[in-house]
């Protein structure tokens, strides 16, 4: 192969509250075991480059949004956005806690896929890692809103947590996941702004329910 492009995530980062900005060479505070098996997998990758003279070059996604999210034999997880429509889908007002956190940088699943595609074609990458990131953070709050502008019928209320039947953690904004690198090795940043993804993804929602 040309080069061997591993598909990682922004979860090898964990979590600093000391910072307002993290990029690639943050050191990993990963303690989910999800953000650990992906940073072991880049480091992992490293190493059979270095050993073996490969290219490989290691992509972080941030938190992606978009059509055909659903359940496979390799995915039995939910995003926000899904879990969240799923109880309106079944006419249930969306009963929460807060308006914040978690403060997620929500990226289009369209510019991902740009991103991946110039990871394999662009030549030379002075890098073998890159956040793949909006580089901005929403809250539910933020969610919440694009719903109720884009969907005809939903309903959202904050409710003490006793009430609640989604719960939100409430909490603060954290460091910001910069896409520096990916801007100037790649020219890359996403081209959807965040209400028009939002759009197309409830329009598709519309269509084929959370699935």
């Not at 403060?103 to 991103?115: C, M, S």
């Not at 947590?161 to 690198?181: F, H, I, Q, T």
């Amino acid at each position: 192969f040309e080069r061997f492009v591993y598909v990682s995530s922004c979860a090898t980062t964990g979590d600093h509250p000391e910072l307002t900005e993290t990029d690639e060479d943050t050191p990993s505070t990963a303690h989910g075991l999800y953000g650990i098996t992906k940073h072991t997998s880049e480091r992992i990758c490293q190493r059979y480059a270095e050993l073996y003279g490969l290219d490989i070059v290691s992509m972080r996604p941030a938190n992606v949004y978009g059509p055909m999210e659903r359940d496979t034999p390799g995915y039995k997880g939910g995003t926000e956005p899904r879990e969240m429509l799923r109880l309106s889908f079944e006419g249930k007002p969306v009963l929460v806690n807060s308006l914040e956190g978690p403060y997620l940088d929500w990226t289009w699943v369209e510019d991902i896929a740009e991103a991946m595609e110039r990871a394999w074609a662009t030549p030379n990458l002075p890098e073998d890692v890159y956040s793949v990131t909006c580089g901005r953070l929403y809250s539910i709050g933020d969610l919440l809103e694009q719903f109720q502008k884009h969907l005809p019928n939903f309903e959202y209320r904050v409710v003490p947590e006793d009430e609640a039947n989604y719960l939100v953690s409430g909490d603060a904004p954290g460091p910001v996941p910069s896409n520096a690198r990916m801007q100037r090795d790649f020219g890359w940043a996403p081209s959807t702004p965040f209400d028009q993804g939002m759009k197309q993804y409830l329009t598709w929602i519309q269509e084929n329910g959370p699935q």
